[in-house]
Structures are given as structure tokens and as C-alpha cells.
């Protein structure tokens, strides 16, 4: 897969906000980060993504809310930035920091097909750009179960020291924090897992994706095979990085957290919810406001 610039924002807004559509010509980069915005961004591989903006909601001295720190939501497989539970988890994060949603590649209106975690670090490159591109310093990259597994991917090609070395531009995050995400690919332990790859691999289970869930889901299959989350964590550090997962989750068991903590050589975070089932519907408002507690102290 392409391992290349992290892309760039287009220049026209969508839905902007009353005191912004006067200003649709001006760049990211131009305004201050103070109001909510609605933006296409364009992927290295030319891919258009639908993204937000939400500035932080509390004025509180005791919130920890930050004006140099964005969180960047990355969302679950048939997920997009205007579902409720990814709206739900973005208002808890905001009481800590602003935050960047998005839509992957091939879900709600953003362009393209699903390649099910592969060119969606791409899609993250993007956005987390986007967050330094409005002021943000610091930047946290927090993702849910497919979302999770790219976080960790996306954290594991884009490190600052490598930025500073190769002459890139700011795709890096500053903390990671993966919820529900898998260790390991083609997972078929479970029966959520079985029918997912019926869903991706199928013409049929494709055709339900895009009618049913909303998803378009890419017919090729990946080649070359793209690193494992396992595979990606050694490489994560010194970046901080927290692994959330329910000890009730349906798709995937605990090993899969057990072994990406392993992976890491001590150097993450893991914290095993009990009763908690699978990524954002499962994640309740006081999980989902420490994971933003924990973003804002441990990102830089």
C-alpha cells in the first residue's frame, strides 16, 4: 500500500456554519480554530473524505480541555461521522479537546470503496493533518474497532522523528488509544466475524453492504497483505498508546488485547472493561470520558 504524503484539504466547505459562509474560499491553514466546520479533505491516493470539526465544549478550569490538542475519531466498519454512537463519543471527547470526525473511505459521503483497514490510514493521514493544518500541536488518534486497528497501523508509519527526517508534513500522532480492535487479521473465531467476511468477500455480502449498510465495500482482495496490528505496535513507541477492550466483546476475545499489549514490550496501556460488549455502542459515557481524560494528559 502507498506509504506516501499524508494529502492535503480542499478548498470548499459543505454545510458551513453560519459565520463561516462568507468565507468559503479561505484555506484550513487561514482560519482559527474556533468554530465548528465541515470539510472534504483529499487523500495521498486522491480519495475524497468527509470530515467535521468540533471545537472543545468546555470553559472549565478543572476540565483539562487544551486549545492545542484535537482528538481525531476514527470510526468502526459501516460506521460514518454522522452516526449516532460516533457523534456520542465525539461530545465526550469534547470536553477535553477539539475534535476531528471523519468518514473512511467508502462510507457515508465520502468517496471511494472500503479496503476494511488497509488505504484508510490514509484517510487518518488526512485527517490528523487537517487537526495541525487548523493550529493543533497535539494530536490524539482514538479509533474503534476497525478504526482501532488503523490507529495503530497509521501510528506505526507516521512517527514524528521519521516526519522530521524524511521532510514530511505533521500525518503524526502524539497519543493512540485502540478500542476493540483486532491483533491479527482474517479472524473467523466468532460468528460476527464469519458473517463480516461473508459481507467483505462475497458479491451478495457486498451488494448488502452498500444497500443495507451504507458501505461500499472494495471487490479486490489485499495485495500485499498490509502489517497486522501486531505487527504495528513494536514500532508505536515512544508515542504513548492505551488498548481499551470489553471482556464481553462478541467479535473479538480478549487474547487479541492481550497479545497487542504483549506486543508492545510493557510500553502500553491496557485496560480490560468488564461487561463491556464491542467499539462505540458498547463504550459507555464514563468510559468514552476517560479515554478523553487520558488522550489529554498523555499526548505530549
Not at 44 to 53: E, F, Q, R
Not at 129 to 143: I, N, P, Q, S
Not at 238 to 247: K, Q, S
Not at 250 to 258: E, M
Amino acid at each position: 500500500m502507498s506509504q506516501g504524503p499524508a494529502g492535503h484539504v480542499t478548498r470548499s466547505f459543505i454545510r458551513p456554519e453560519p459565520e463561516t459562509a462568507g468565507g468559503c474560499t479561505e484555506s484550513a491553514s487561514e482560519r482559527s480554530p474556533r468554530g465548528a466546520l465541515r470539510r472534504f479533505l483529499r487523500t495521498a491516493d486522491g480519495v475524497t473524505i468527509d470530515a467535521a470539526y468540533q471545537p472543545g465544549t468546555s470553559t472549565s478550569d478543572t476540565s483539562g480541555t487544551s486549545d492545542d490538542l484535537a482528538i481525531v475519531l476514527a470510526h468502526g466498519f459501516t460506521g460514518d461521522l454522522e452516526r449516532p454512537h460516533v457523534r456520542r463519543a465525539a461530545t465526550a471527547f469534547a470536553q477535553y479537546a477539539a475534535v476531528v470526525t471523519f468518514s473512511f473511505r467508502g462510507h457515508g459521503a465520502s468517496g471511494g470503496r472500503s479496503t476494511v483497514g488497509d488505504r484508510e490510514v490514509l484517510d487518518l493521514a488526512a485527517a490528523v493533518e487537517w487537526a495541525r493544518e487548523l493550529g493543533h500541536t497535539r494530536v490524539a488518534t482514538v479509533g474503534f474497532s476497525m478504526g482501532g486497528s488503523v490507529v495503530l497501523r497509521h501510528a506505526a508509519l507516521h512517527t514524528e522523528s521519521d516526519e522530521e527526517h524524511e521532510g514530511r508534513t505533521g500525518a503524526h500522532s502524539d497519543a493512540v488509544v485502540s478500542v476493540s480492535a483486532p491483533a491479527r487479521w482474517y479472524y473467523r473465531g466468532t460468528a460476527p466475524m464469519r458473517r463480516l467476511h461473508w459481507l467483505v468477500t462475497r458479491p451478495v455480502g457486498r451488494a448488502v453492504g452498500r444497500y443495507g449498510l451504507r458501505t461500499r465495500i472494495h471487490h479486490r482482495e489485499w495485495n500485499p497483505v498490509p502489517s497486522s496490528p501486531v505487527e504495528s505496535v513494536p514500532l508505536i513507541g515512544p508515542t504513548p498508546l492505551l488498548i481499551v477492550h470489553g471482556d464481553q466483546d462478541g467479535y473479538f476475545p480478549v487474547d487479541h488485547p492481550r497479545m497487542l499489549a504483549a506486543a508492545s514490550g510493557d510500553h502500553a496501556e491496557l485496560w480490560l472493561e468488564r461487561g463491556m460488549g464491542h467499539a462505540e455502542n458498547a463504550a459507555q459515557d464514563e468510559l468514552l470520558s476517560r479515554i478523553g481524560e487520558w488522550a489529554a494528559t498523555h499526548a505530549g
